[in-house]
Nanobody, 123 residues
Framework: QVQLVESGGGLVQAGGSLRLSCAAS????????MGWFRQAPGKEREFVAA???????SYADSVMGRFTISRDNAKSTVYLQMNSLKPEDTAVYYC?????????????????WGQGTQVTVSS
């Protein structure tokens, strides 16, 4: 069983930055693929970024060049650095884990989810 706890959300002005963290419990974190998803009110959950155990990464087109996903296996933590934030980035951000050597970019590819952290970007 894997437990995920996100932190770092908050309110920021457009153009600002935030860094989200997701701490994982359980063994073998270094073998997990980790992903970030987000869900805005009235919208479906959407893929944001993912990182494999081998540090391969994938990003949604909407965040490419602005967001960076990284992981620290020693701390069992994955990060999402968000720069140049826009009001349309406002959503609840979820961390997810998959026990796979691949790099899933759909929610169905992940078995474990955190509770989410709110990110609000004001204009």
């Amino acid at each position: 069983q894997v437990q995920l706890v996100e932190s770092g959300g908050g309110l920021v002005q457009a153009g600002g930055s935030l860094r989200l963290s997701c701490a994982a419990s359980g063994r073998a974190f270094s073998s997990y693929a980790m992903g970030w998803f987000r869900q805005a009110p009235g919208k479906e959950r959407e893929f944001v970024a993912a990182i494999s155990w081998g540090d391969w990464t994938s990003y949604a087109d909407s965040v490419m060049g602005r967001f960076t996903i990284s992981r620290d296996n020693a701390k069992s933590t994955v990060y999402l650095q968000m720069n140049s934030l826009k009001p349309e980035d406002t959503a609840v951000y979820y961390c997810a884990a998959a026990v796979t050597g691949q790099l899933p970019t759909s929610a169905g590819g992940y078995a474990y989810w955190g509770q989410g952290t709110q990110v609000t970007v004001s204009s």
